[in-house]
Structure formats: C-alpha cells, structure tokens
C-alpha cells in the first residue's frame, strides 16, 4: 500500500489549498480516510475523517474551512482549505484503514495502518 500526499504550499492568511492524496496497492472504496497534521515541536493532530460511506469528521478547529472529500473511481482523497490561517501550518499527512471506526477512534494514530510521507503547508500572516 502506498499513499502519495501533495498540493503543499505557501500562501497568504485568508488563502486556500487543496491537498491530494493517491492511494495505491489497496482497494480504496473499503478504506476510510483520514488527514492529520504536524506541526514543529509538536504531536501529530487530527484534522479530518472520511469513511468508506463517505460521512465526514472535523476537528473543531478546521470546521466550516476544511472539507474532505474522496474520488473511489480516481483512488484519491482531497483536503480543501480554505480560509487558512497560521496556526494551520503544518506537515500535513493522509493516512488510511481498512473498513469504518466509530466517530470516536476516528481521530486516533493508531487505529490507521497506513500514511503517506506528508506534505508542507505554511501559513503566512
């Protein structure tokens, strides 16, 4: 299994992005799909959660900004970003499970088999 995150980069307060994540080696529609991010100095964190039926999960923090979606005919799960603010800076990370969890394990690391290598996303103000 491979997972490929891109769409990374440096934009202004107020700015949007759109992250990517291909997925490869797996089938893709009985995997939920989760982003996390990491910021300097600090632990990695949730930030969105897609099942397989593609019913959605927010941290706090993103909702109304973010949204998660996810393509099963292009094996791809995307983050919109919009409204980004500098505290969203941070290595962000796609990360994938076999078969759905309850909405409160969703936010855990370690109910994930799989992650991506992660990609850069910097805030400025």
Known sequence: VQLQAFGGGLVQAGGSL???CAA???TF???AMGWFRQAPGKEREFVAHIR???GKFYTDSV???FTISRDN???MVYLQMNSLKPEDTAVYYCAARPYDLIWSAAARTDEYNY???GTQVTVSS
């Open 52 to 54: 397989t039926s593609g």
């Open 73 to 75: 005919t292009k094996n």
């Open 24 to 26: 490869s080696g797996l």
């Open 18 to 20: 759109r992250l990517s």
């Open 63 to 65: 909702k109304g900004r």
């Open 29 to 31: 529609s009985s995997y």
């Open 115 to 117: 992650w991506g290598q």
